[in-house]
């Protein structure tokens, strides 16, 4: 038997807009820029919800109405859910729509979108307290199953979300930690007791979320009948396929008229029509499939690049002293009680800031400046350093001002 678990990342951060030395100390507003269409996230989120999350969500209420055995799920950050309230509010009806047919799970991770686990952990605990809290409010969902910001993972990861009561984490089956194994199984980390550790198949997943369109592919086109073959192959040498990507992968990466739409509405039927097959969520698959065997990663793990590594946001200077420098803030922000100053310093710590940082060129190059709003890493570095100086310098005089007002008393 193979359970095909889908799970589906809705991610779209605040764009810290063209922010000048020149502004520092003078405009306190770092993510909205009307000037610029590549950073205007209003627009950009519009853009998006037309071309992908308004008609995926469509198709995918769609296919649960017709097919009663398909299960999906979904990570939805804290930072977008915010976006769609204000920009896009049907988009947010689409998706609690999808989660009320009950065959929907979202699941928890950190509502920035950060790498605060690697930073401080006291701020990454608050991180998922505040996601697990919108999720509750706005689906009415307790997440069971942890999905930490780029799949980062290590072993201190696994334990601690077993101690935080979550069944299951998942992560990149990457090769390196796999060895001979396969990721199609469900695992255990070591050192824990009870989680379940569920590793994405990565090559079919990649098949889906970055070859679909790929001409020069030996396999285009790629058909869901083709692409239901290669998963009832693995029927006797697997038992769950964890099929990961960006949800933006329907119509945003791979077009409409590259026929991703058709093809995602006929692949229920095509994995159904082999009798062992079925659909679970993260959480079912957890429950449903006992640990084949114990996974050992020391070190971290993630989905970017051909490291499958943090090199992607930490992998050179300006990156690094750009994420030194946001996270040393912590004490003197938190200090402030400034509920805005807080949730600026939060919003600056979303991983994708760090990612336009990334010179990486090559093999990984060109994904890079897919992503990159900027016109160079170093324009993206230039904009969020001058933000954090506007930053640090609120907390300064919001420091200044408390102790005068104390003097005062």
Same mark, same amino acid.
């Given at each position: ?37 590549? +950073? ?158 569920? +590793? ?210």
């Amino acid at each position: 038997m193979s359970s095909i678990c889908l799970y589906f990342h809705v991610h779209q951060p605040w764009r810290i807009k063209n922010y000048r030395i020149f502004d520092i100390g003078h405009d306190h507003d770092y993510f909205n820029d009307s000037s610029d269409t590549k +950073l205007n996230n209003a627009k950009i989120l519009r853009k998006v919800a037309e071309k992908s999350y308004l008609p995926a969500n469509e198709l995918f209420l769609r296919l649960l109405n017709r097919y009663k055995e398909l299960k999906i799920s979904y990570s939805i950050t804290g930072v977008i859910i915010e976006q769609l309230m204000q920009y896009a509010p049907d988009v947010l009806e689409s998706f609690i729509r999808l989660v009320d047919t009950g065959r929907v799970e979202i699941l928890s991770e950190t509502y920035y979108h950060s790498l605060a686990f690697f930073y401080s952990k006291k701020e990454f605990e608050k991180q998922v307290d505040l996601h697990s809290k919108i999720v509750k409010e706005i689906f009415g969902f307790t997440p069971k199953v942890f999905r930490n910001t780029e799949l980062a993972y290590t072993n201190d990861l696994a334990i601690w979300a077993e101690d935080k009561g979550f069944i299951g984490i998942i992560t990149e089956g990457w090769d390196n930690f796999l060895g001979w194994r396969s990721p199609n199984f469900v695992y255990k980390p070591v050192g824990a007791k009870s989680i379940k550790l569920l +590793l994405k198949n990565y090559r079919l997943s990649d098949d889906m979320a970055f070859r679909f369109s790929e001409r020069s592919w030996s396999q285009w086109p790629l058909t869901s009948e083709k692409y239901a073959s290669w998963i009832h192959r693995i029927n006797g040498n697997g038992e769950v396929v964890n099929l990961f990507m960006d949800y933006e992968t329907f119509g945003e990466h791979q077009w409409k008229e590259h026929g991703i739409f058709e093809f995602l509405e006929k692949l229920p039927e095509e994995i159904l029509k082999h009798p062992d097959n079925d659909f679970v969520t993260p959480s079912e698959a957890c429950l449903k499939y006992p640990a084949r065997d114990e996974i050992d990663v020391p070190g971290v793990v993630t989905w970017a690049d051909t490291e499958r590594d943090l090199s992607a946001w930490l992998g050179n200077a300006i990156q690094e002293s750009a994420l030194n420098f946001i996270y040393k803030l912590e004490k003197k922000i938190l200090s402030s009680k400034d509920e805005k100053l807080i949730e600026d310093w939060r919003k600056m710590q979303t991983s994708d800031h760090f990612y336009y940082m990334c010179t990486k060129w090559f093999s990984d190059g060109d994904v890079h400046k897919y992503f990159n709003p900027y016109n160079s890493p170093y324009d993206a570095f230039i904009s969020f350093m001058n933000a954090a100086n506007d930053l640090k310098l609120r907390a300064k005089t919001r420091k200044l001002n408390i102790r005068n007002a104390k003097k005062l008393d």
